[in-house]
């Protein structure tokens, strides 16, 4: 754990350690989450890569839904 003290504003200085690991520049933009009563801090790269991977498992990426579901509609169509 690391700890800082906060300036005026409001305003932390990211330490080197934290900022060499989520590989940050000046001028990246990072995100925070609070999530039961904790601040988090992280970057849209990393949140990024999160939804990849909360949807990797989610079907064939080469199949899209939308062509699916047009086929879907033109088969009831055609029963129609």
Not at 56 to 77: H, Q
Request: net charge negative.
């Amino acid at each position: 754990m690391i700890s800082m003290k906060m300036s005026n504003g409001g305003r932390v200085v990211i330490p080197l350690e934290i900022r060499q690991a989520l590989s940050l520049n000046e001028g990246d933009t990072v995100l925070w989450e609070m999530k039961d009563g904790a601040a988090f801090l992280t970057t849209r790269e990393q949140q990024l890569r999160q939804i990849q991977a909360l949807f990797k498992g989610m079907g064939n990426p080469a199949e899209r839904w939308s062509d699916e579901l047009i086929n879907e509609r033109r088969a009831e169509a055609t029963r129609e």
